[in-house]
């Protein structure tokens, strides 16, 4: 087990600097002089050639990349132009929101489609199969931005249940201020969830091993409950997984409509201020985050299921 | 013909491709019945709700909802199908390539979507635009530059296994080029399934697009573009929620829409048993 | 990392643990974030409120903006010669408890004077420095120099602690300490700047309440709906179409001000052809400013005759432009335009107001053959982009930090300047000579003409399409007393009380 793990480690390697360079030569599209585009006037001549020998714009190329890698490394991820301090600084203080809104909002999106799913499964193939899948097919189409706005407008301004932004002070608060911004994010995970739950659920109840607890005297719940519903959720987990990368993408959007101090948030100021090493560090970091979140969640796949091995 | 019928005995396909007919018959139709016009400003009848005049209400400067609405349309449609079926294209393309003559192009290929997979499509979207400042050109660089990898992967994959089948055996023993092997034998082939997802990711890209808007990094006014409107409407939510609810719900109907569609064509296609 | 280490701690603790909330708290909502805290280097809205409610300036603008106040100079005195400017300091302390020194005077203006202040022209007429004790200064001008007093009353000459600022260099900044009502106490960039109470401000009593919250909401009506849901004590610029509504409300006061403050249309005229008086008139005449007033800004503006918001030695008999399309089309005729042309106008997008002045302006020059194309662009965009030049048409604006209009003129008008006639590159050489026999000129009638005149020469020149002077609205809960939004754009919190 631990040395599965260990070499999956180490296959992460290639792909973490794979997404330092592919980060750094999608940011390389930009048309003309970066320090120009970002400084415009704002900086004399003298202070722009300081700056672009700051940022190593004089070198070539490759030596432009390594510095930047050099900068993944130390854990910096660049300076940033307008607050003057490390990304890493400025990422640290908002990760907490966005992985709290990511967990938060899966957690939502389970309890939202484990009840559907297993009616699904019960009915397979009937009208209420077919109107829970219609039900979620309508869900996903909401674009989520839309979505906040409507919730905003229903369940905060009409209802007055739910605050209408911001981070609040102590677990309670937040679960009650984040849960709008979860909702949003989880509702298009719970689609994802019913979807492979309702399958892997249909598939499990005909597994061979049910016949044999049945046999055993156990009762339909029973059965339901310690088997089938058991495992099915275990595969599920790699289908969280799989998608953390839409989840997360999906964060920014939320909260900056919420105002969380979140990654998301970070990631539209910096582009609103231009500050293109924020802009840079911060996507790498977000896809670091994201293989991160799909090791951790295979790791915790095959603890869960030993049958599973992480090769 | 099998496929025609298939798609039509599955109900969600017919109803997904009733829903986009009837958008783009009004979409057609409007320009031609409506007495409003989407641009002209009217003060004095600003903010009005829906009325059989004005069915979705008029927004603050006293233009005709609906009509920017239909309008809209136009614009999110144009956008969203050429940011998802020309990186379509160039996806299938480099797919097929990769699958068929393998080695280190394909490994490359696949190290390279492997490792572009891993940044979140609204992160590296919005990135992209952000960097290369707002405007409708840079828009479908964005989309250009993130859209073809999916594409490519999954049409790899299929001309991984149609590659091995026989009557691609057979066409190469009697010495066909290889871009008649690749187009007229792999291809129509491996497509389906990329056609299945590209009706899904027409409806992340058309709700990307007026996201892109939403934070002002997209399209520009007075473009009726959806989420323009949307974010247009927001300081009026309260005293005039039509302004929101409409082009939102539009959006939706775009995406239920091509939901359905590729539910269809995905039954339809699915191969018997 | 440490440090980096730590902002994650605390970021973390603060989303699980309850904090106390025991002391008094003000809440604020403000839509714009501010950039630094570094007076000599910022110019946005945001920055500048902030300072004043953290730092103090040796004078400042009474409330209502007619005249000059005490700040940390608790008396002032102008030779006869208008060459030396006396003033007697009060025992003021820092937060930190220093006292507040001629020496930290010196250095405070000294820097604001100096190279790496955006400033510096409004300081430098001050060529000497004597102290003459810990608390008396003497600053010696050159010449005379009717706008020194005024601009030691603006944010930039903030007085800041000499020995903390030179130790720390920038990083001073991040963690300021000043002499003002309140001391920084959190900064949560994007999203909230805590404020406390400064034990050792002068104001004996003040301020009335311990800790300030400036939380930044940008959507205009995220802010009303926290006001209502009474998440916020206070709002700053709430949606002006919703006012009327807000003010219905049960437990919530409205409040409105006209600041020093004007919104127009920047024409570049270095470029065809807005190069040609005539077409800029003949836009000026082109846009029903009642309508802009009405529709856009609800009622709550004025229409403008120039660029000059109504301040000291406004000409109140000067009339805007009459709205008349053929007047247009025929001055356009004149120039040859006579079937319009086409224009790109720039719009700040996170300014909701101009993105629909952009628009209805669109719809406005649609009679004249001119075709506009919007091009929006965030603030910082804007402000670069037109400075250096690039741009046709821009919708814009400008607020006073002074109640002098010397600092608007030299901005708006006047070319060479700092801002270059506000990047429209007009120019005239009358209003130049007046500009700078203004400067030495007493207080009085004649100084009054030459603002007339150079006002009259602006309206007349139109580098600018006139649109309006905006009025600035705010709302707090009922029992809050004593906010209010100054001429000058900013707000003072050290008299505002809880009324229960």
Known sequence: MLRSILQRLLMLIPVLIGITLLGFLLLQVVPGDPVERAMGTRASAEEMD???????????????????????????????????????????????????????????????AMPFAILAALRRGGMVDLAIRQLFVFVIALPPFWLCFLFILWLSLGLGLFPTGGIGDGLVQNLHRLFLPSLVVGLSTAALI?????????????????????????????????HILRNSLIS????????????????????????????????????VSRDFPVIRGLTVI?????????????IAYSIADPRVSLD | MTFLYKFCRNR???????????????????????????????????????SAEHWFGTDNFGRDVFTRVIAGAVYDLRLALICVFGPAAIGVVIGLVAGYF??????????????????????????IVGVLGPSETNLYIAFFLVNWIGYARIVRGETLVTARLEYVEAARVLRYSRPRILFRHIMPNTITPALVYSMSDVVLTVQAIAALSFFGLGVQPPAPEWGLLIVESIDYMREAPWMTLFPGLALAWVGIGFSLVGEGLSTALKPEG | MNRSMRALLASGCMMLSAGMLSAETLRVAMGVDPVSLDPIATSDNASIWTQLLIYDTLIRPSKDGTDLEPGLA?????????????????EAKFSDGTPVTAEDVQFSLERAASEQSSWAGFFRPITGYEITGEHEIKLMLDKPFTPALNNLAMFSGAILPKKLVEAQGDAFFVDPVGSGPYALAEWTRGSQIALEENPHYWQEGKPFIENVELNIVTEGSARTIKLEAGEVDAIIDPPLNQIEKLRTKEGIVVGSAVPYRSDFVLLNTTKAPF???????????????????????YGAGKIAASAMPPMRYADESLEPYAYDLEKAKALLDEAGLGDGFEAELLVNSGMAAHRNVAVALQAMMQPLGVKLNIQMVEGGTHWETTKAGNYEMAVSFATSDTIDPDQLIGFLAVNPERANAYHTEWKSERLNELYQKERVTENGEARGEMFGEMVQLLHDGAPYIFLYHPASAWATRANVEGFEILPTSNFRLEDVKFTD
């Open chain 1, 50 to 112: 300081a700056m672009r020998r700051q940022w190593g714009l004089d070198q070539p190329m490759w030596r432009q990349y390594l510095l930047f890698l050099r900068d993944c490394i130390t854990g910096s991820f660049g300076t940033s132009l307008f607050h003057k301090l490390p990304v890493s600084t400025l990422v640290l203080e908002r990760l907490p929101f966005t992985l709290a809104i990511v967990a938060y909002s899966t957690v939502l999106a389970l309890l939202i």
């Open chain 1, 194 to 226: 019913q979807q492979s739950l309702r399958a892997t659920l249909i598939e499990t109840m005909s597994a061979d091993y049910v016949d044999t607890a049945r046999a055993k005297g156990l009762s339909r719940v029973q059965v339901f409950t310690r």
């Open chain 1, 236 to 271: 599920t987990i790699s289908i969280v997984g799989v998608r953390i990368g839409w989840i997360i993408g999906s964060t920014v959007v939320v909260e900056k409509i919420f105002s969380v101090p979140g990654l998301g948030s970070l990631l539209i100021d910096a582009i």
């Open chain 1, 286 to 298: 977000f896809a670091m985050l994201v293989v991160l979140v799909n090791l951790l969640t295979d």
């Open chain 2, 12 to 50: 969600s396909g017919l109803v997904g491709l009733a829903m986009l007919l009837v958008l783009s018959i009004a979409v057609l139709l409007t320009p031609i019945l409506s007495p409003h016009n989407p641009f002209q400003l009217n003060f004095g009848a600003a903010l009005r709700p829906p």
């Open chain 2, 102 to 127: 393998g080695g280190a192009v394909d490994s490359a290929l696949m190290r390279l979507t492997d490792i572009a997979w891993a940044f979140p499509f609204y992160v590296l979207v919005l990135a």
């Open chain 3, 74 to 90: 608790e008396s002032w005195e102008v030779s006869e010669d208008g060459l030396t400017l006396t003033f007697k300091l009060r």
């Open chain 3, 275 to 297: 190069d040609d008086e005539k077409v800029r008139r003949a836009l000026n005449m082109a846009v029903d400013k009642k309508a802009l007033i009405e529709g856009i800004l």
